[in-house]
């Protein structure tokens, strides 16, 4: 199978609109494919490299029951990892519970309860952990195992983060555009702005809610999107995202409404509560 790859973009939106140049951030589209992932590799659904020494996670609400491994990431392979990495570790994990309600938070009424484990890989040397499957999950919370094959690309804010004025005027400019070109003319959010999928970093859509910003339970710094859990790796036929030739679901997770769950931290410091929010 090729690599899957972003094409390119339909046009570079700081063209017409400069001011978006200081809005810029990469992202790392993670782009998973169904594989055969070792505990070595960076995946989804893959087994995680976890010491047999070290007590596996569990879910307090639902009586102790083992998290599921959803993912794991090098440093070393996510171009947009690193500065999220806390100081001397070089792995993300990340664990859930495979239910839809619980409460730990504000943010995370609606969705799975997540762990994230941040390690150093090198000091996990002994055998291995085999966690026992939790008793009860919902098979849409269940990952497919798949490969990835990071991209980084560069993305641009909702435009609810963007100065209103600002707003408006892309607005005006995707009208003129509709007018003049017909329905094939980029739109700024689905096609110029955010790429659809799993990704590390980059910035966060609010379409199903508005923008609501996520700040830090311990300090109150607003906090940076991590990691985003998409039901979709595309945005539909004319995605100019497109992953052509691939699956829409590679990971068979669907969260929400076929949304997204996004995984908030604190900039400010990494040993601060994460967050989780749901689009
Ligand atoms: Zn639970
Ligand atoms: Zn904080």
Redesign the pocket.
């Known amino acids: 199978m090729t690599r899957p790859r972003t094409p390119y973009r339909p046009l570079d939106i700081t063209v017409p609109f400069p001011e978006l140049s200081a809005y810029a951030r990469t992202a790392t589209r993670l782009h998973p494919c169904p594989g055969t992932p070792t505990a070595a590799d960076s995946s989804v659904g893959g087994p995680l490299l976890w010491p047999a020494a070290e007590a596996w996670p569990v879910c307090g609400e639902h009586g102790g029951a083992p998290l599921l491994p959803l993912a794991q990431f090098h440093v070393g392979d996510v171009p947009d990892l690193p500065p999220f990495a806390p100081p001397g570790t070089d792995l993300l994990q990340v664990l859930w519970c495979p239910r839809y309600a619980h409460e730990d938070g504000p943010f995370s009424h609606f969705g799975p309860y997540t762990r994230l484990v941040w390690r150093r890989a090198a000091e996990v040397t002994g055998p291995l952990a085999v966690p026992s499957p939790p008793p009860v999950t919902e098979e849409r919370y269940v990952p497919v195992p798949c490969v990835v094959h990071p991209e980084q690309v560069v993305e641009y804010p909702f435009a609810d983060y963007l100065p209103k004025e600002l707003d408006q005027r892309i607005m005006a400019w995707e009208d003129e555009l509709q007018a003049r070109i017909g329905p094939s003319a980029p739109w700024y959010q689905y096609d110029l702005s955010l790429a659809p999928g799993w990704k590390i970093g980059g910035w966060d859509s609010w379409h199903r809610t508005d923008l609501v910003r996520v700040y830090?339970d311990?300090?109150?710094?607003e906090m940076r999107v991590l990691l985003t859990i998409d039901s979709y790796e595309g945005n539909g036929a004319a995605d100019s995202w497109g992953r052509y030739g691939d699956p829409g679901r590679p990971t068979g997770i669907a969260v929400g409404r076929d949304g997204e769950y996004r995984a908030f931290v604190?900039p400010?410091?990494p040993s601060?509560p994460h967050r989780m929010s749901m689009q």
Request: aromatic share 0%.
């Open positions: 830090c311990a300090c109150g710094t604190c400010a410091d601060h």
